[in-house]
């Protein structure tokens, strides 16, 4: 169930979100006894998924990748590095395992659908997850674009129950304002940077943030990014801390970033 991708990918290009996924959601997947994770639309390429199970490893070293494409040549140039931990299958929106995972990542997938696809896509896949139990927060869906060469990247987690945060990392060398973030918004969310929607006024506020930080810009772009999010953390619900942030990254509560209407 889906469209099929253009298929561009690059190794290496998602190397951000998979840092994120293994600091944040690594207990729950060490804890599983069997760990799986989805990487759902990998493209004409398995990097992806191959490097999705290395870093995976680092933090649980049970887990294991499914790869799932709904293109079957693509499955079919997939089989090659398929391993102990890694597998591809045929398939889409529906996630054609046996279990529910832990993890689905969902990178540059949405991006071609119609904005108003996004939330019927989100609930079939939300569905799909482990769910949660008195020991656990269940599973995670991570949805999110970025650029060809993963500087830039903004997605959303979510769990058994909907929506949970917004992330935006960035290589901070790259960076002239936090603003240039915008053009790599996930699909639910980059047609509402307009005035008046949420999303926009964030925007706004970090960029402001940002230039009122200017001067620890003498002690390099991290710096005056850690300054910027401490600034911006008074008046919006940053949801992690320093540690991230030294990353280039800021994570917020989808709550507060959510489309009106």
Request: net charge positive; charged share 25%.
């Amino acid at each position: 169930m889906g469209t099929v991708t253009r298929g561009t990918t690059n190794p290496n290009r998602l190397r951000r979100m998979d840092r994120w996924i293994a600091a944040t959601h690594g207990a729950e997947l060490r804890r599983a006894a069997d760990p799986v994770a989805v990487d759902l639309g990998y493209g004409a390429a398995p990097w992806t998924a191959v490097e999705l199970l290395h870093r995976l490893r680092t933090v649980a070293p049970h887990a294991r990748v499914v790869g799932v494409e709904i293109d079957p040549a693509r499955v079919a140039a997939a089989e090659p590095y398929t391993r102990p931990g890694l597998a591809f299958r045929h398939g889409g929106f529906e996630i054609p395992l046996s279990r529910r995972p832990l993890l689905i990542r969902a990178a540059n997938v949405l991006r071609q659908y119609d904005e108003a696809e996004v939330a019927a896509v989100w609930q079939r896949l939300c569905a799909r997850l482990a769910p949660a139990s008195e020991h656990s927060h269940g599973g995670l869906l991570v949805e999110g674009t970025c650029d060809e060469i993963g500087r830039r990247h903004v997605w959303v987690a979510l769990g058994p129950q909907g929506p949970r945060t917004v992330t935006f990392a960035t290589r901070l060398g790259s960076l002239e304002r936090p603003s240039d973030l915008a053009e790599r918004l996930p699909k639910a969310l980059i047609h509402r940077n307009v005035p008046g929607e949420p999303v926009h006024a964030f925007l706004r506020d970090f960029d402001r943030a940002w230039a009122a930080a200017a001067p620890y810009a003498s002690y390099g772009a991290r710096q005056r990014w850690m300054r910027a999010v401490r600034d911006l953390a008074a008046d919006w619900p940053v949801a992690d801390g320093p540690a991230r942030w030294r990353q280039g990254e800021v994570t917020v509560r989808w709550e507060a970033l959510a489309p009106r209407g």
